[in-house]
């Protein structure tokens, strides 16, 4: 049992550590532009990298939606023929792995 005490607290841990990182980021992102974009402290550097979202024209807009209706017709026939492969013994199992899978318990924290 202390195991899995030890397992939720650290997923809680992470799970707030995650939310304040991305509370931090915009802050962080002010402080290196007004720094230039880089900053060196003791064991790190931080820097800044743009990433560009783009706009485009009717014409591609319309070829990605073509490619993605046929990807998505493409997936559930290879989707589809493994179930059937599966279910019909010709599909054999190249490995298991187990995770473990964590629920709150009802009216408790995670």
Request: glycine share 4%.
């Amino acid at each position: 049992m202390k195991i899995l005490e030890e397992y939720k607290s650290t997923k809680q841990a992470i799970d707030i550590l995650t939310a304040e990182l991305a509370e931090m980021k915009p802050k962080v992102v002010k402080f290196l532009e007004k720094a230039d974009g880089k900053v060196d402290i003791p064991d790190a550097s931080f820097s800044l990298r743009s990433m560009k979202i783009y706009e485009f024209s009717e014409i591609v807009n319309t070829m990605k939606k073509a490619f993605d209706e046929q990807k998505k017709k493409a997936s559930v026939s290879i989707k589809e023929q493994e179930k059937e492969e599966i279910q019909s013994g010709t599909a054999t199992i190249k490995s298991e792995t187990f995770i473990p899978v964590m629920k709150a318990a009802k009216g408790g924290d995670n």
